[in-house]
């Protein structure tokens, strides 16, 4: 028996077999781990010049990509839509999450961070009068999501380094102190975002055909789009044509990704 295994016929065959079996697990790992990605390197790795012009740059770039972004969550209401339907499309998206909503529902957001979606910072209270009061409560609204966050998803010192002002830093409301806590920011290891194209979903009531004309006018003639779309239903309910938004984007050749592969 031991003569006929040892062939040189069979050790061809064996050897054959051994490269496919390692050749389902690297087709089987590599993509699931792709799906997945870096999403531990959030935590408290100090921002670099690198990651604070790729951020600044995102919106000037002349790739068809598309980082969807969702504010104001998360909310039981809206939120498991939009995760659902992200999962169904196999899309990884951002969240801006409003601390105090995350210590109400942690665990939408540990699902979100599970499924590879970025969780970045909205300030804790939402509340333009708290975030600007000082430079201590501003820190503080920062550090108090980014602990909610943490106690969420089971990260200890978790750090989102991507912060999102309520309103926007374009807004021209509280423009000083939005241009002092950027510095504050920067000492705390984060760098801010705003957007480049809406569905205007907080502005007024629309009906759901004028919020997709609303993406659409508002992504005509650019290449990397950071939009903005909200994960409640205060004024419209964007999970009802986030699908519909999705398959333009696609029709429109935007590829789909989300900030993990700037902390990577
Ligand atoms: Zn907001």
Same mark, same amino acid.
């Given at each position: 028996?031991q003569?006929?295994f040892?062939t ?15 050749l ?9 781990f792709r ?9 408290a790795?100090?921002v ?5 012009e790729k ?5 000037s770039g ?11 969550g998360p909310?039981?209401s809206?939120?498991p839509?939009?995760?659902d ?8 998206a951002?969240?801006?999450v409003?601390g105090?909503?995350v210590d ?16 970045a ?5 939402h ?5 600007y009061?000082?430079s201590e409560?501003f820190i @503080?609204? /920062?550090? !108090?999501?980014?602990?909610a966050?943490?106690?969420?998803i *089971?990260i $200890?010192d978790?750090?989102?380094?991507? +912060?999102?002002?309520?309103n ?8 000083s102190?939005?241009?002092k806590?950027v510095?504050?920011l920067?000492?705390?290891n984060?760098t ?5 194209c809406l569905?205007?979903?907080s ?13 659409k006018q508002?992504c ?5 789009l950071?939009?903005?779309m909200?994960d409640t239903?205060?004024?419209?309910n964007s @999970?009802l /044509?986030l !699908? ?5 984007l696609?029709?429109e *050749?935007? $590829?789909f990704r989300n900030f993990?592969? +700037?902390?990577?």
């Amino acid at each position: 028996m031991q003569i006929i295994f040892f062939t040189k016929k069979n050790i061809l065959i064996i050897s054959f077999f051994i490269l496919i079996l390692l050749l389902i697990f690297f087709l089987y790992f590599i993509p699931n781990f792709r799906l997945n990605p870096n999403v531990k390197s959030a935590n408290a790795e100090p921002v670099s010049d690198e990651f604070i012009e790729k951020i600044k740059e995102l919106t000037s770039g002349s790739q068809k990509i598309a980082y969807l972004t969702f504010d104001d969550g998360p909310t039981t209401s809206v939120t498991p839509k939009i995760l659902d339907i992200l999962k169904e499309e196999n899309i990884k998206a951002s969240f801006f999450v409003i601390g105090k909503y995350v210590d109400s529902h942690p665990e939408i957001v540990k699902r979100a961070y599970e499924e590879g979606h970025y969780i970045a910072n909205h300030g804790y209270s939402h509340n333009n009068s708290i975030l600007y009061k000082s430079s201590e409560s501003f820190i @503080s609204e /920062v550090k !108090k999501t980014d602990l909610a966050i943490g106690k969420a998803i *089971g990260i $200890e010192d978790y750090c989102s380094h991507i +912060f999102r002002f309520p309103n926007g830093f374009m807004a021209p409301l509280y423009k000083s102190q939005k241009e002092k806590a950027v510095l504050l920011l920067l000492e705390m290891n984060y760098t801010y975002i705003d957007w480049n194209c809406l569905n205007k979903d907080s502005e007024r009531k629309y009906t759901n055909t004028q919020l997709l004309n609303n993406l659409k006018q508002s992504c005509e003639n650019k290449n990397t789009l950071v939009v903005l779309m909200h994960d409640t239903k205060d004024v419209n309910n964007s @999970s009802l /044509v986030l !699908k519909e938004s999705i398959d333009y984007l696609r029709r429109e *050749g935007y $590829e789909f990704r989300n900030f993990y592969e +700037f902390v990577s």
